[in-house]
């Protein structure tokens, strides 16, 4: 039977100890790398774009949903309205530029809501939206929710009232339950479509909900 002096056991658990913090430090630099130890960056209200109503309760809401980022950043574009044109955008980045959420308000110009649907939301589907009463049209989940609000009156007899199509679309699932995010989103979406319907200087009742 083999025999192991004592200095040979303690060596052995020396060994033992020093691989156990190597693959332990190893794990948690692979963790940090992967930034599960890097703080949530801060959203103040005056971060947000000041074509998104409401900055400081849009600005608690987005904390409280977007997927962790060291850092977010905003890009806004308002292109008042001339004749029938009007944009408002704003587009929520984080700490790598990466586009996390989207608000964007666009003439729909008189084209059908399904051909207007497969070009202007960067490839999202309809899948997993339910109809939501606001506006002319709107649909809701967990990933955008989009609203056509009624603007402009028909430049012909008969012609249908011509809307803006307002959304609001997290590039990536949001870091919160779907029934949540739906929620959130919804609301984003409604404050900003009351706030376009405004600053397009639209004709016609916007048809959203009062808030």
């Not at 004592?6 to 693959?23: C, H, N």
């Not at 409401?54 to 977010?72: F, G, I, N, Q």
């Not at 608000?103 to 399904?114: E, I, K, M, S």
């Not at 939301?121 to 009624?150: D, N, Q, T």
């Amino acid at each position: 039977m083999a025999r192991f002096s004592a200095a040979t056991a303690r060596a052995r658990i020396g060994w033992g100890v020093a691989l156990s913090a190597v693959v332990v430090g190893g794990g948690l630099g692979v963790a940090a790398s992967q930034g599960a130890f890097a703080q949530r960056g801060d959203i103040a209200a005056s971060d947000v774009c000041s074509n998104v109503p409401e900055r400081a309760r849009t600005a608690e809401a987005l904390r409280s949903v977007l997927p962790k980022e060291s850092s977010y950043s905003f890009e806004e574009t308002l292109l008042p309205r001339k004749n029938d044109h009007f944009t408002s955008l704003c587009t929520v980045y984080g700490g790598d530029d990466k586009a996390l959420l989207r608000f964007r308000a666009l003439p729909r110009g008189g084209v059908p809501w399904d051909a207007w649907w497969s070009h202007a939301l960067f490839g999202l589907k309809r899948e997993g939206l339910e109809p939501y009463s606001a506006g002319e049209r709107a649909w809701a989940g967990s990933r955008a929710v989009v609203i056509g609000v009624p603007c402009w009156t028909a430049k012909a007899p008969g012609e249908a009232v011509r809307d803006l199509a307002v959304s609001v679309q997290a590039s990536e699932p949001l870091d919160t339950g779907s029934e949540k995010a739906r929620e959130v989103l919804t609301a984003l979406a409604v404050d900003f479509a009351r706030q376009a319907h405004k600053d397009a200087r639209c004709e016609v009742a916007s048809r959203l909900p009062e808030g």
